[in-house]
């Protein structure tokens, strides 16, 4: 991922709010960048955490473990973080952590060393009141359990509300393994009341934590899964894929396009099929110039991170697809996590119903919010999201006095 994609949206955003050039600079710029390399039977991994920005409270976001980890993925990570928690309207600021590893590569124990590493590198810079990290691509809440764990023993005290996405167990929330769904799912139900669906058909591109529940959660509320993909490819049925089966099917073989009872398609055929709802929820620019086009789905909610390039979002608005962008629609996770931290805090844990509803309740206001500016002027989806978050912090900045 690069970050220049970002900036050139950053500078389109300036014009339209007339930001200043000091303002920019700062909307472009990490605020502390921190990097290590982690050595594990002979090798290296790089591994980084990079705190965006903090004017809203402390810097919040996961850390993801993949062999494309780069330096300008996990800035631009921690940049997206830093308009999420502001969309969400979470007292929190943006930040993001990450190692460049293939985690299927790691046995068990060496995942627990590389990961107690990670925290042994990074330990200082992170704390309940400084920087909170959580799971994103391939980590777990049982790696959560080893991070906390090691942060404990290095700073000698309980510290629960270090990290979020724990186990149940051991401090974690009820609802936050199915919370990135769960968001999404109530900012579609706002959706769908302003954009009517002839079909309620889906298409989900990704099958970890976010596409396996959304799949979920979205055919126990009626609407027929057509298509779902992971790494390996793409399993497509007209007449609707059955979930259980095939959520049974991937963690036996560990593949979706072992399921029987559909055909096979790529990757790309599933982003343009006929569908009322497209969930990219695996990661970044699937979505670009040259594929924008064929997209045919009425909405694409946007469960991944980046999943789609600013280029295509022109295409996509003036094709009349309402694009709802990540850092409204996954920011369900961090809602949860936020809930997570404050439990920790308080020692009062809250029961699934009272999670829900509070997830709910700030999913629905996110959304509301953004579509009376969006049903006002004509620009997209995304761009009004980014002028609340950015409005948000810039807010924050200036009182503080930074600006
Ligand atoms: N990694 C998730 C995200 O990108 C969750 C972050 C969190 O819970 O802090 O939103």
């Known amino acids: 991922m690069d970050f220049t994609i970002i900036s050139g949206f950053l500078d389109k955003i300036g014009k339209i ?5 000091k303002e920019l600079v700062l909307l472009k710029t990490p605020q502390r960048i921190h990097q290590a390399e982690l050595e594990l039977d002979g090798q290296k991994y790089p591994a980084y955490r990079i705190q965006y920005n903090d004017a809203r409270g402390p810097t919040k976001g996961g850390i993801r473990y993949h062999w494309e980890v780069s330096f300008d993925e996990v800035k631009s990570l ?20 990450g190692i460049t590893v293939n985690p299927k590569e ?17 330990y200082r ?14 980590t777990t809440p049982q790696i959560m359990a080893w991070m906390m764990d090691e942060y404990e023993k290095l700073i000698g005290e309980k510290a629960p509300g270090v990290i979020t996405g724990k186990p149940l167990e051991v401090g974690g929330s009820l609802v936050r393994d199915i919370a990135t769904a769960l968001g999404g799912i109530y900012v ?17 591109q990704g099958f970890g934590n976010a596409g396996m529940n959304m799949a979920k959660l979205l055919f126990q509320s009626g609407y027929s899964i057509v298509a779902v993909s992971d790494s390996k490819g793409a399993i497509y049925n007209p007449l609707g894929l059955n979930v259980d089966e095939l959520i049974h099917t991937k963690t036996q073989s560990g593949t979706v396009i072992a399921y029987k009872n559909g ?16 969930v990219p929820s695996a990661l970044s620019n699937v979505i670009h110039k040259e594929n924008a086009n064929k997209v045919k789905a009425k909405i694409v909610l946007e469960l991944a991170n980046g999943p789609t390039t600013p280029e295509a979002d022109e295409i996509l608005h003036q094709n009349k697809v309402l694009v709802l962008p990540d850092i409204l629609s996954n920011s369900g996770g961090v809602t949860v996590s936020y809930f997570e931290w404050v439990q920790n805090n308080t020692g009062l844990y809250w029961k699934t119903e009272e999670v829900k509803e509070r997830l709910r309740e700030k999913m629905v206001v996110a959304f509301e ?6 049903e006002n002027n004509n620009y997209d989806f995304r761009t009004n999201t980014y002028i609340l978050a950015i409005k948000k912090i810039l807010v924050a900045e200036k009182l503080r006095g930074r600006l």
Do not use: C
């Open 78 to 97: 921690a940049f997206w973080m830093s308009l999420k928690t502001a969309v969400a309207d979470v007292p929190f600021g943006g930040s993001k952590g």
């Open 369 to 374: 919010k953004i579509w009376a500016e969006y």
């Open 188 to 204: 579609l139900e706002e959706a769908v009341k302003k954009v009517s669906l002839d079909k309620k058909t889906v298409a989900i």
């Open 106 to 122: 790691l046995s068990q124990d060496q995942l627990q060393q590389l990961s107690r590493k990670w925290v042994q590198a990074f």
């Open 17 to 21: 709010m007339n930001l200043t050039e």
């Open 263 to 278: 055909t096979t398609i790529s990757n790309e055929a599933l982003l343009e099929l006929e569908v009322g709802v497209l």
């Open 125 to 138: 810079h992170i704390g309940p009141t400084k920087d909170i990290p959580a799971p994103d691509v391939y």
